[in-house]
């Protein structure tokens, strides 16, 4: 009867969409269900037995505002349960890490003895409506607000498969970044906001030169160099969004001058469109385009420190490189040991 049970309760788990964690009482994974190894990218047999610490936070049990880099682990050392709480994890599968939505639950035996804690993940870019929920809260008080950048970002979407997962990652990246460089709680948000939404001005842009697989002619790329104007007109119709603007307007300017629209040079340029630049050109290279195949994430870094001060504020590819230094360092020590 009880191994009956047991079996069910198991079809169930592995029947989830949604990644389930189990630790026991000393942090080491127990069990782990397939889309862990979907979205997670942990291997099963890997992972079993070993500390959760080890193998999703880079053996860090806090990160770098002293906080637990885990919700599961701090669950089960405080007894605190959460409800969709915002969780980084690098994954084996993304470059930097990706933002998760989790619940957490302790676990007791008969005696209402602590045995453990369980976990289930969101990936809240999959799931709109829970986005709307937690995260776009914090960023603005009115729900139809969200509803509009993402009603931007589909219809950008609609046209170029790839400028939509581009826009997302661009937005993980400079929000990732603007909190490196210590910007306040709003400017964080913004920096995700203006990501989602910073090549709107491509619905202005013909399809065909945008999924162009060869060279453009002179024509075809002045009217890609127009997207940034387009994309602040646009924009400029909706008040709560004026802050994003200039963001958007200047998101091709170069650190040295030599970009469009308007040329500006160095601190002239919003330091927002200045962190687009960076995550805008690192997705740019780490990813496949229409015309080439995507470059390795350490010719992408060299590519960047080439042409910081050029091409990128220095100080902005500095703190991009002390981000995916820290990622980086954590599997070299996990490597290692
Ligand atoms: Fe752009």
Redo the contacts with the bound molecule.
Sequence with gaps: MDGEGASLDRLILEALPCPVLVIDHGGFLIYLNSASERELGVNKEEAISHPLIDILFQGKKFDRKGRYSSALIETLETGREFSLRLEEIKTALHVLPKVFLVDTSILRDRDGGVVGACAVYYNFLRDRKLLKETVMNRLTTVSEQFETIYAFAEAIGARDQYTMGHSEKVAEYARLIAEALGLDEKEVDLAYICGIV??VGKIGVPENILNKPGALTTDEFKQVTQ??EKGATILSHISWLEDVVPVVLA??ERYDGRGYPRGLRGEEIPLLSRILAVA?AFDAMTSDRSYRKALPVPVAINELKRNAGGQFDPRVVEAFMRILGEYKGGEEERGNG
């Design positions: 910073h090549d997207h940034p998101h091709h805008d």
